[in-house]
């Protein structure tokens, strides 16, 4: 056992030496045909000599050797966790130098290959189980590390495609004409879009191809499909918000999604620019050749993958998006955002309100009344006059033409008002009660300028449509919660300037409480 710990030093000291040689050397493929560099194989041919030992001694107490193998699979989780280790430091500064990060990268690959062939030489699935484990768990923390140094290559070339995407955004936003171009018309302006893309991925991607171990240019494919869809997904199809209130707004909550790099990514952009039917068309056919090239023939990345790929099928439903109505949008928005007054775990007050929902049995048409009775508890501190009300309105598709905001009576320095004020709204029979809700917001009436925001809650209809009515308190929030489609949506609608419904719908969305005075 003593053996076994001087061994252990030995082995570690002999690593360190392997290293610094090859580094000296640049990290040279030890031949032709092999990808991998030769400490690599110095340190397996040390590992390999010392198990030599181990089996010479011939002990025949099986209780032994399991000791022995135990303590020697220690040896070697030590050995190649900390080559690991050594080369995950430096990689970053690697990632520059064309052939050398991925042959880092077979590195590792070709340290869970050895492994797996010693692992078999001491004795496979015969092994002493905890020595078994040992082994088995440093191939997963070996894999580990490859995907880790995958990824930070992936995300280094991210100026260089940033680059591209640029140079793309700029050729499609000179793709003029209406959505029903001919299909080869389509196809030319695809190829002429995707040009500079095409020309960073041929050079790199010839290169990966001759110097990866497959494994790794797998993951390295992989990694690259991420940054291009994501960037795609940044620089063309979300647009930045265009109006200051909707920036707030989508940085807050982007806090809560901790997207707030992503956001800020594509807000700092001066231009904004929403995309035509046509634009979508050559995008949509670009990426299927993006993706056609990734899979290369099946060399590449399989099918399947790039078609679940979550990057790909999130940059598709914001294009899907784009093409959709503003009715559309906004009754997507209602029926996907079903927790926007959700975790007000620190209200800044309550309403009370009753809703009694009415379908016309002939017509179908709905009519929804709202009696606001009381808000309580409400938390303001003002230096002047405090005079709250509250502001009803309804969200849903197919209010363009209908009356879709009311207010009631502000009341002068009262922090438990009485209002019951009752509002009547129609909502048509093109959709069902499930496609609106109402935003209640408390606001403090100000003479002579913007009235301020105190809290705002949200309520769907499709809480209510079982029963056909409702009385409840409603809690008041700073602001409302969404998630990524929320987001995406936002983002879209507030692109469309000259629609009075798209803007009221983003200005509504964006409100968050104001500042009170001498906070």
């Known amino acids: 056992m003593q053996w076994l710990d001087e061994n252990e030093d030995v082995s570690l000291e002999f690593l360190h030496g392997a290293l610094e040689r090859d580094k000296k050397d640049g990290f040279q493929q030890t031949s032709e045909h092999a990808l991998f560099s030769c400490s690599v194989v110095d340190v397996f041919t ?22 022995y193998m135990r303590r020697f699979a220690k040896t070697i989780g030590k050995v190649l966790m900390q080559y690991a280790d050594i080369v995950s430091r430096s990689f970053q500064s690697y990632c520059f130098k064309e052939k050398l990060p991925c042959i880092l990268m077979n590195n590792i690959q070709q340290l869970r290959v050895q492994l797996e062939k ?25 894999n580990n590390v490859l ?70 240019l797998k993951r390295v ?50 231009e904004t620019r929403s995309l035509t039917p046509k634009q979508c068309a050559v995008l949509e056919l670009a990426l299927d050749t993006i993706k056609q090239y990734f899979h290369a023939g099946g060399n590449g990345l399989k099918k399947t993958f790039l078609e679940k790929s979550p990057d790909l099928q999130s940059l598709r439903y914001a294009l899907s998006l784009y093409t959709q109505t503003t009715d559309t949008l906004i009754k997507t928005f209602v029926q996907t955002q079903t927790a926007q007054g959700s975790g007000v775990d620190d209200p800044v007050g309550e309403v009370s309100i009753q809703i009694d929902l009415y379908t016309h049995p002939g017509t179908g048409e709905h009519k929804v009344t709202v009696k606001v009775v009381a808000a309580n508890d409400l938390k303001w501190q003002t230096s002047g006059m405090f005079r ?47 496609a609106y809700e109402l935003q209640i917001c408390v606001k403090d009436y100000c003479f002579a300028r913007e009235d301020r925001i105190l809290g705002i809650a949200v309520m769907q209809l499709r809480e209510v449509a079982d029963k056909g009515s409702c009385a409840c308190w409603c809690p008041l929030g700073r602001r409302v919660h969404m998630d990524d489609t929320g987001l995406t949506i936002l983002r879209i609608l507030s692109q469309r300037t000259n629609d009075e419904v798209a803007r009221e719908f983003v200005k509504l969305k964006s409100e968050s409480r104001s500042v009170e005075e001498g906070s």
């Open 147 to 216: 995907d880790e140094l995958s990824t930070v290559f992936g995300n280094s070339f991210q100026s260089r495609i940033d680059e591209c995407v640029k140079q793309m955004s700029d050729i499609l936003c000179q793709v003029k004409g209406a959505g029903n171009a001919p299909p080869n018309i389509v196809a030319q302006e695809a190829d002429n879009v995707l040009r500079p893309l095409m020309d960073f991925l041929d050079g790199n991607l010839t290169l990966f191809a001759a110097v990866c171990e497959k494994t790794v």
């Open 388 to 434: 709250p009300f509250v502001e009803v309105t309804m969200i849903g598709p197919h209010q363009s033409d209908k009356k879709r905001r009311f207010t009631t009576k502000s009341k002068s320095n009262n922090w438990t008002p009485k209002y019951n004020e009752t509002f009547h709204f129609l909502l048509g029979n093109e959709a069902g009660p499930d």
């Open 118 to 142: 010693m692992f078999e030489a001491m004795g496979g699935k015969e092994l002493d189980p905890e020595a078994s484990d040992s082994l088995k768990e440093l191939q997963v923390k070996l």
């Open 46 to 67: 040390q590992l390999n000599q010392s198990f030599e030992i181990l089996k010479k001694l011939e002990c025949p107490d099986p209780v032994i050797v399991a000791h």
């Open 221 to 270: 494919l992989k990694d690259l499909w991420r940054v291009v869809m994501n960037t795609l997904e940044k620089m063309i199809v979300l647009p930045p918000l265009m109006d200051h209130t909707g920036t707030q707004l989508i940085f807050s909550a982007a806090k809560e999604l901790g997207h707030l790099s992503k956001l800020k990514d594509h807000m700092v952009r001066e």
